[in-house]
């Protein structure tokens, strides 16, 4: 069972915009701002999409956006193309020198 | 650019110790105030934090595994490695290596290795 939890499954249709969530708690989500989101297609290794909650690192599309509301964080793709369908995982600093990750939402993109 | 490799074996037999290394290239392993990481995730299954590395040899670990791992660095190779003990089936994952992206032990991870099959099996 995964300290940060995320919908299975998620989809939308091209040019859609579609949100995930990743549900925490006030001692991990809710009480830090080191929040990030990974993408992962089969196979590949994970790529850095979003950390301190909405930065996003050089090179990533604008349409990948991110924010924070309590202990949820959410990760919003916005005009979804085809290659946006992979596995997204969030993370989170969890205190006493701890990180989790979220189970992992499996985007559609239909 | 930064690139990441993960190396060791392939396949380790229970209650044996998995041993991993990851070789930085492109960039020294101690030329900047980031931290070295590692990751696993098993087959078909989520990610898992397992530890971090400072330059220096400062570490933390997940605490799960913290009685089984430990990570170390060798700034003469640049290379970080990887050791946990008494490993079991539930071991069996990809394993990879990846780097803080800024100073920061709990910023986001990368760049990242291409991750390498660790089997736990006899």
């Known amino acids: 069972q995964s300290a940060l939890t995320q919908p299975p499954s998620a989809s939308g249709s091209p040019g859609q915009s579609v949100t995930i969530s990743c549900t925490g708690t006030s001692s991990d989500v809710g009480g830090y701002n080191y929040v990030s989101w990974y993408q992962q297609h089969p196979g590949k290794a994970p790529k850095l999409m979003i950390y301190d909650v909405y930065r996003r690192p050089s090179g990533v599309p604008d349409r990948f956006s991110g924010s924070k509301s309590g202990n949820t964080a959410s990760l919003t793709v916005s005009g979804l193309q085809a290659e946006d369908e992979a596995d997204y995982y969030c993370?989170?600093?969890?205190?006493?020198?701890?990180?989790?990750f979220g189970g992992g939402t499996k985007l559609t993109v239909l | 650019q930064l690139q990441l490799q993960e190396s060791g074996p392939g396949l380790v037999k229970p209650s044996e110790t998995l041993s991993l290394t990851c070789t930085v290239s492109?960039?020294?392993?101690?030329?900047?105030?980031?931290?070295w990481v590692w990751i696993r995730q098993p087959p078909g299954k989520g990610l898992e934090w397992i530890g971090n590395?400072?330059?220096?040899?400062?570490?933390y670990y997940t605490p799960s595994l913290k009685s089984r791992v430990t990570i170390s660095v060798d700034t003469s190779q640049n290379q970080f490695s990887l050791k946990l003990s008494s490993v079991t089936a539930s071991d069996t994952a990809v394993y990879y290596c990846?780097?803080?992206?800024?100073?920061?032990?709990?910023?986001?991870?990368?760049?990242w290795g291409q991750g390498t099959l660790v089997t736990v099996s006899s």
């Open positions: 990846a780097r803080t992206l800024y100073s920061s032990a709990w910023s986001g991870f990368d760049p």
């Open positions: 590395i400072y330059y220096s040899g400062s570490t």
């Open positions: 993370s989170s600093y969890a205190g006493s020198d701890n990180l989790v």
């Open positions: 492109g960039g020294s392993i101690s030329s900047s105030s980031y931290y």
